[in-house]
């Protein structure tokens, strides 16, 4: 991979990273999988360079740099064509570092901000026009300080004429508590990582079936089968290439992928904020995918057209889509 920036597994700008801090794996491997033409990488962050876009005061971590050319560098090694870049909590609200990534991607890149109650309509017009096309709440508590609800509330109805949608993030075990609060979120959704199932239980238990009841009832909401190295206890046992990794992350994805294949999205996560077990190759991570989405048309759905259309505005058969 290029260097372009940054030196891989440093943090610039006088931050120390957090002990134990995983770096991303600098030389991923080229997947045997082929990708579609057009697809996406709709789940992934930049961090800093923290030299030129500091980190957050109220973050609960800090990372190595990962920047937007080491993205984009990614991006084209493991065949993907577009980026929905997600911004991270250690950047807290501060959304400069991710607009620039996005400025610079020539628009094959929109973004997901964090977006604070007070945030004004120019401020939220020059993120669209940088190509943001939602918000995330985040929910995970080792991540950030609760937001109350009345105040995401205020964000929504500031964010929904713009046409956006939210990402929501959150732990399986939280999903009956916030049930209702999700529910009557007006606009699109997308959750992150299938709202964090515990893999170690029943992919036809009681608690994931709570979150296919939330898609089933809501037909406003997409999900991302993404993060089985971060979900998986089994790991990634795919060390010739095989598509054998994350085994025990499979069934909980296809289901969610056969049952709802026009509400999927799929991403790398790169660049892995916050592993404690394992780094992963995002070649061979790119080579999980056909286990979750077996027909070359579930994999068009979920790469290129539905990404595609939540964020770009193209439907399946537009000119050149
Ligand atoms: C992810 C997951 C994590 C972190 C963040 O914004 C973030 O800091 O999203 C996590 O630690 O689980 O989706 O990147």
Same mark, same amino acid.
């Given at each position: 991979?290029?260097?372009?920036?940054?030196?891989?597994?440093?943090?610039?700008?006088?931050?120390?990273?957090?002990?134990?801090?995983?770096?991303?794996?600098?030389?991923?491997?080229?997947?045997?999988?082929?990708?579609?033409?057009?697809?996406?990488?709709?789940?992934?962050?930049?961090?800093?360079?923290?030299?030129?876009?500091?980190?957050?005061?109220?973050?609960?971590?800090?990372?190595?740099?990962?920047?937007?050319?080491?993205?984009?560098?990614?991006?084209?090694?493991?065949?993907?064509?577009?980026?929905?870049?997600?911004?991270?909590?250690?950047?807290?609200?501060?959304?400069?570092?991710?607009?620039?990534?996005?400025?610079?991607?020539?628009?094959?890149?929109?973004?997901?901000?964090?977006?604070?109650?007070?945030?004004?309509?120019?401020?939220?017009?020059?993120?669209?026009?940088?190509?943001?096309?939602?918000?995330?709440?985040?929910?995970?508590?080792?991540?950030?300080?609760?937001?109350?609800?009345?105040?995401?509330?205020?964000?929504?109805?500031?964010?929904?004429?713009?046409?956006?949608?939210?990402?929501?993030?959150?732990?399986?075990?939280?999903?009956?508590?916030?049930?209702?609060?999700?529910?009557?979120?007006?606009?699109?959704?997308?959750?992150?990582?299938?709202?964090?199932?515990?893999?170690?239980?029943?992919?036809?238990?009681?608690?994931?079936?709570?979150?296919?009841?939330?898609?089933?009832?809501?037909?406003?909401?997409? %999900?991302?089968?993404?993060?089985?190295? /971060? #979900?998986?206890?089994?790991? +990634? $046992?795919? !060390?010739?290439?095989?598509?054998? &990794?994350?085994?025990?992350?499979?069934?909980?994805?296809?289901?969610?992928?056969?049952?709802?294949?026009?509400?999927?999205?799929?991403?790398?996560?790169?660049?892995?904020?916050?592993?404690?077990?394992?780094?992963?190759?995002?070649?061979?991570?790119?080579?999980?995918?056909?286990?979750?989405? %077996?027909?070359?048309?579930?994999?068009? /759905? #979920?790469?290129?057209?539905? +990404? $595609?259309? !939540?964020?770009?505005?193209?439907? &399946?058969?537009?000119?050149?889509?």
């Amino acid at each position: 991979m290029a260097h372009d920036d940054t030196t891989h597994g440093e943090t610039t700008g006088g931050f120390d990273k957090t002990p134990g801090w995983l770096d991303w794996y600098d030389g991923p491997s080229a997947p045997r999988f082929r990708m579609p033409d057009g697809a996406v990488d709709a789940h992934c962050h930049v961090f800093g360079p923290g030299a030129e876009f500091p980190y957050a005061p109220e973050r609960k971590y800090t990372p190595c740099d990962a920047s937007a050319d080491q993205l984009f560098a990614l991006r084209d090694r493991l065949g993907f064509d577009r980026n929905v870049i997600v911004q991270a909590t250690c950047h807290g609200a501060d959304n400069s570092a991710l607009v620039d990534a996005l400025l610079r991607s020539e628009g094959r890149a929109r973004g997901v901000a964090t977006a604070r109650r007070d945030v004004s309509d120019e401020q939220l017009a020059e993120l669209h026009e940088a190509g943001v096309r939602g918000v995330r709440f985040n929910f995970v508590k080792r991540l950030v300080d609760r937001v109350p609800t009345d105040a995401l509330e205020d964000i929504v109805a500031k964010i929904a004429p713009l046409g956006w949608h939210v990402v929501i993030y959150f732990e399986a075990e939280d999903l009956p508590e916030l049930y209702n609060f999700f529910s009557r979120i007006p606009t699109d959704i997308v959750v992150d990582h299938m709202g964090r199932p515990d893999v170690s239980k029943d992919p036809d238990g009681p608690e994931f079936e709570l979150f296919l009841r939330f898609l089933r009832e809501n037909d406003n909401v997409w %999900t991302k089968v993404s993060c089985p190295e /971060r #979900l998986s206890i089994s790991g +990634p $046992r795919a !060390l010739d290439g095989e598509q054998h &990794a994350y085994t025990d992350v499979v069934p909980f994805a296809r289901r969610v992928v056969e049952e709802f294949p026009d509400r999927v999205l799929w991403g790398t996560d790169w660049p892995h904020p916050n592993l404690k077990d394992h780094m992963p190759d995002d070649g061979l991570l790119v080579d999980y995918i056909p286990q979750i989405a %077996t027909t070359p048309e579930l994999q068009r /759905r #979920l790469l290129v057209d539905n +990404p $595609r259309r !939540l964020y770009w505005g193209e439907s &399946a058969s537009d000119e050149g889509a």
